[in-house]
C-alpha cells in the first residue's frame, strides 16, 4: 500500500500544480478513457444502471450511520436533502401517473430515507446542524429548472402537467448537491463520512451517466430519438454529463486524499 502510495503522489503532484483549464482537459481524457474500458468490460450496459443505485444506497447508509452512531449533522446540507426530497416527491408522482416500475419502489425507499434526514436534521440534531455555513440559496436553482422544464419538456403523449412536472425533476436531481458542495468549499474541512458519502454519489453519478452515454453508442442514437422529439432528449443526457462534472472535482480531491493518507478532507479554495 505504501509503495503504491509513493508511485502515485508524484502523478497526483503534476496534476495538482497544472492550471485549471488542464485539469479540466484530463478529467475529460479521464472520463471518456474510463467510458471506453467499461463498454469493453461490461457487456450488459444495463448493469451500470444497477451498480450506480447500490453506489447510491451505500451513500445513503454511511448517511445514516453518521447520523445515528455520530449523533451530528455537522457538514452535512440540510438544503441538499430537502432538494433531494423535492425531485424524487416529483419523480414518484410522474411513475405513478405515467410509467410504474421497479424503479418507483426504489424512488419511494429513497424518498423516504430523505425525509427521515430532514426530520433527523430540523428535530433531533438540530443543534449540531452548520446553518450559517448551509448558506446555498435554494431559488437560484429551483426557479431555473422550473423555467427550463416549461420550455423543454418530453414530446409525449402524456398530460403536459406530467410532462413538465417529469422534466422539472430531471433537471432538479442534476443541480441537488450543490448546496452540499457549497457548504463543505464553505468549511474547507470535510469529515470521512461526509466525504464516503458526497464521493459515492458522485461515483453513482458517473456510472449512471455511464449507462446512458454507453447506451446511446450502442444504439447509434436511436436512444435519444425514442425519448421524444426536440431538445428533451439532449437536455436528459446533458442532465446526467452535468451531474458528473459537477461532482469530479470533489471527487479528484477525495481520491488524492486517501493517496496522500489523510483521513480528513482538505479543500482549497474555488473547488465549486
Not at 414530446?155 to 463543505?184: D, G, K
Not at 455511464?210 to 436511436?222: C, E, I, K
Not at 436512444?223 to 454529463?241: D, Q
Request: net charge positive.
Amino acid at each position: 500500500m505504501g509503495k503504491s502510495r509513493g508511485a502515485l503522489s508524484p502523478a497526483v503532484g503534476w496534476v495538482r500544480r497544472q492550471p485549471p483549464k488542464v485539469k479540466a482537459f484530463l478529467a475529460v481524457v479521464a472520463g471518456m478513457a474510463a467510458l471506453v474500458i467499461l463498454r469493453f468490460i461490461v457487456h450488459d450496459h444495463d448493469s451500470l444502471f444497477v451498480v450506480a443505485e447500490a453506489c447510491h444506497a451505500i451513500g445513503i447508509s454511511v448517511l445514516i450511520y453518521k447520523l445515528t452512531k455520530g449523533r451530528t449533522c455537522a457538514g452535512l446540507s440540510l438544503k441538499s436533502q430537502e432538494l433531494t426530497a423535492l425531485f424524487l416527491a416529483v419523480r414518484l408522482y410522474c411513475s405513478f401517473v405515467m410509467e410504474y416500475d421497479i424503479h418507483t419502489l426504489l424512488d419511494t425507499a429513497t424518498l423516504a430515507t430523505t425525509l427521515w434526514v430532514i426530520y433527523m436534521f430540523r428535530f433531533k440534531l438540530r443543534s449540531s446542524y452548520m446553518d450559517d455555513q448551509d448558506n446555498f440559496a435554494m431559488h437560484y436553482v429551483v426557479i431555473p429548472c422550473a423555467i427550463l422544464a416549461l420550455l423543454i419538456h418530453p414530446s409525449t403523449t402524456h398530460n403536459i402537467v406530467n410532462r413538465i412536472s417529469w422534466a422539472f425533476c430531471v433537471y432538479m436531481e442534476a443541480v441537488s448537491v450543490l448546496p452540499q458542495l457549497r457548504l463543505m468549499q464553505n468549511t474547507k474541512i470535510v469529515e470521512p463520512f461526509t466525504a464516503h458519502y458526497v464521493f459515492a454519489l458522485g461515483v453513482a453519478r458517473f456510472l449512471s451517466c455511464a449507462h446512458w452515454v454507453l447506451q446511446v453508442v450502442d444504439t447509434r442514437g436511436r436512444l435519444l430519438t425514442a425519448l421524444g422529439y426536440g431538445l428533451w432528449p439532449s437536455m436528459v443526457l446533458l442532465a446526467e454529463i452535468v451531474q458528473t462534472f459537477i461532482l469530479a472535482d470533489f471527487c479528484y480531491y477525495y481520491v488524492k486524499s486517501l493517496v496522500d493518507g489523510q483521513l480528513v478532507l482538505r479543500l482549497p479554495s474555488g473547488v465549486v
